[in-house]
């Protein structure tokens, strides 16, 4: 843990973040006296430490004091906190400076002219867009005589502890009606009121980053808050503060009332936040309490983000050549075909997935690919299409037209059909800002989810829609020529790469046999592509041999089908672990399990948890440029961290039960939990780098 540590200890020490003192009101202290002491932490320009209840993420200040035999310390006076929205996060705590003061009793047998010393080895964190564990030991030695004097910074400590908040001087109360909170307090105690804000002493009240409602019911002020995942009981007093028109004062509210709606029961989580993102701003971390509409537009964000994938913007590259020919109106009806598609295959998604978890059924994001049979077929579609594109084979309008859009044909149905194409290659990828809208969708009625999906669904179609519907996007594209056979031809390559990933998630699912069926069914459909290519200027009899023999390997490779769902059951475990985890992977971690996380969190070991499936190219890309460099493994090595890994490849329950008590509804899902058995995990963001893990690593350390 980086340390602000001086040898020997002093009143002062500083790091690049935050620079510390220990300061004292009292330059010569008497025998039996309370001293009033003060921790000054100031803060470099754009870092904030922390109130005694962070909010969403951070850690307090802590203050171990050594102080001579007989005195005692009381707790932190902790000033009034300033609010720090940061995204879909909420933090309470100090920018700039602040003074923490603590008051010390000290002994009545202190002797006039001896020196009492007082030490405090204090940790805090510190935080912009990475947040640093920091610590530094402080010491004082006062001379005690028969009577006090004051310092030099009497009057400075004085000041700050006249503007601590004060007990309230009116009567305010809570009541919880289902899944709100309400604090009020008189009219005639606060007249004209602008703005409140209430702040919880402990974690989990509230929704931190949730937008008080300020009303007037009668004779009383009114703030609305929804309640958090640890609402207060009825019949114990909440404390916190009160902030109205900036003033803030203590309040200790009588509770009545009860959440009658489930309330989530994970613990406390920090974001680690990603280099160049809002501090404690998760990429992607879910809310099941978001409101429907922030779910939407979170949706549509992740749904244009989905274009940038690299299983998705192959097929928008092919589709935009289109507009290099035809005329305006062609193209607009093209965008609101493909849109169309689009929107028809997220629906039918929404559906399955409705219909799914009426079975009962646990189910999330890319759920259809856990089916080996699903991911052959959709293998297979890649490698035709990739022979298409290549110039191999010329689908006719048989196939609905889709072959042809691919190949830049301008019909409608091609249009259709490419935004379903788009649709199905898209799930196996997790956009930042998708995991919140999906988790919030998956537990919602079918109207919601509905709305979230086709949300999800029309981000994906803007950008192909804004340039069918505006003709100055299209102008901006080069003239057609030569090179757009040639980029034609070249785009049929990223469809023969996602072709062979595919092949290689079989191998995950179905073990060698699966390969082998792949394998065998693209020879196949390669040799009647080639039949019917060779056949279609021969003579008419000629054309049917070559149309039959055609017809005759692709019945072949349909028979292979049954055989991936025979092998499925038998062969995959001898080359998957029951955990889901492929034999060879478990060199450098551990399968995950329920169990064996839970004997890990009871020792007090730092874990490292990583949820992640085969087709999921965000877990794979994590892994390559993150989790397997010599940096992270050289980190867990040096801090004792247990690396357990979740295959969600093949349908766990035991994954998707992890995935919803952290409001996911996909993988990947990153955790880290710090060493010691009551921490909390902290969430890591969807997109990985080697600093955001050790970052993350660091914070947990002892």
């Known amino acids: 843990m980086p340390t602000a540590n001086a040898a020997p200890p002093a009143d002062r020490s500083a790091t690049d973040e935050v620079q510390v003192r220990l300061i004292s009101a009292s330059s010569q202290v008497a025998p039996g006296q309370t001293v009033l002491l003060a921790l000054e932490q100031r803060i470099a320009p754009h870092w904030h430490t922390y109130w005694k209840n962070p909010g969403d993420s951070g850690q307090p200040t802590s203050i171990d004091w050594k102080l001579p035999a007989g005195a005692a310390a009381g707790d932190i006076l902790w000033p009034a906190p300033k609010r720090f929205d940061v995204g879909p996060i909420t933090n309470y705590g100090y920018e700039d400076q602040v003074l923490l003061l603590t008051e010390v009793r000290l002994p009545q047998d202190l002797a006039p002219g001896s020196t009492a010393t007082v030490s405090a080895e204090a940790t805090w964190l510190v935080c912009r867009e990475e947040c640093i564990p920091q610590q530094a030991t402080l010491s004082l030695s006062i001379p005690v005589a028969a ?32 899944r709100d909170l309400l604090v009020t307090w008189p009219v005639s105690a606060v007249s004209g009121v602008k703005q409140a804000l209430f702040m919880p002493q402990d974690w989990g009240r509230i929704q931190h980053a949730a937008k008080p409602q300020l009303d007037r019911a009668g004779d009383d002020w009114r703030l609305r808050v929804p309640v958090g995942e640890e609402p207060a009981t009825a019949g114990k007093p909440m404390n916190g503060l009160l902030l109205v028109d900036g003033k803030a004062w203590e309040v200790s509210l009588p509770v009545t009332g009860v959440a009658t709606a489930p309330v989530p029961t994970t613990s406390p989580t920090t974001t680690v936040a990603a280099p160049g993102s809002p501090a404690n701003a998760s990429s992607g971390s879910g809310d099941a309490d978001i409101s429907l509409w922030t779910a939407m537009g979170l949706a549509l964000v992740g749904g244009l983000i989905l274009n940038l994938m690299p299983c998705v913007f192959p097929v928008l590259a092919i589709k935009a050549l289109g507009f290099l020919r035809g005329n305006a109106g062609e193209h607009r009806q093209q965008g609101l075909a493909y849109t169309a598609g689009v929107l028809v295959a997220f629906a039918a998604l929404g559906g399955a997935l409705l219909a799914l978890r009426g079975a009962g059924g646990n189910v999330g994001w890319g759920f259809q690919f856990h089916s080996p049979l699903f991911v052959l077929l959709l293998a297979w579609l890649m490698f035709v299409l990739g022979l298409s594109l290549a110039g191999q084979l010329q689908i006719g309008a048989g196939l609905a037209g889709m072959g042809q859009g691919l190949a830049s044909k301008p019909g409608l149905a091609g249009s259709f059909f490419t935004g379903v194409l788009a649709t199905v290659v898209a799930t196996p990828c997790t956009a930042p800002f998708m995991g919140a809208a999906m988790a919030y969708a998956l537990a919602q009625p079918a109207v919601e989810l509905m709305a979230v999906f086709l ?64 394998l065998a069914g693209m020879g196949l459909l390669a040799l009647a592509a080639w039949i019917r290519s060779v056949s279609r200027n021969a003579s008419s009899r000629w054309q049917w041999t070559g149309g039959g023999a055609a017809i005759a390997s692709l019945v072949a490779a349909a028979a292979l089908l049954p055989t991936l769902s025979a092998t499925t059951g038998s062969e995959a475990p001898d080359a998957v672990t029951s955990s889901g985890v492929s034999r060879t992977a478990a060199v450098d971690h551990e399968p995950y399990s329920p169990e064996r996380l839970a004997q890990l969190r009871a020792q007090g070991k730092p874990v490292f948890v990583n949820l992640t499936a085969s087709w999921c190219i965000t877990c794979l890309v994590n892994e390559r440029v993150a989790l397997s460099t010599d940096e992270v493994r050289t980190a867990f090595e040096k801090q004792g961290v247990t690396y ?51 970052t993350a690593l660091r914070g947990g350390a002892t």
């Open 644 to 694: 357990l890994k979740g295959d969600w490849t093949r349908q766990d329950p035991r994954i998707t039960e992890l995935l919803k008590q952290h409001d996911r509804s996909g993988v990947p899902l990153y955790l880290f939990y710090p060493a010691g058995s009551g921490s909390g995990a902290q969430v890591l963001p969807q997109l990985l780098t080697p600093g955001i893990v050790t």
């Open 147 to 178: 009577a006090a004097k004051d310092s030099s910074d009497a009057s400075s400590l004085s000041a700050a502890r006249a503007a601590l908040p004060g007990k309230a001087p009116f009567a305010a109360a809570a009541r919880i009606e289902g």
């Open 455 to 518: 949300s999800l669904g029309l981000g994906l179609a803007l950008p192909y829609l804004a340039l069918a519907r505006w003709p100055a996007l299209q102008r901006r594209m080069p003239r057609p020529g030569v090179w757009m056979d040639v980029l034609k031809q070249a785009l049929a390559f990223p469809m023969f790469a996602a072709a062979i990933w595919l092949v290689w998630v079989i191998a995950q699912q179905a073990g060698p046999m699966g390969v082998l069926v792949a």
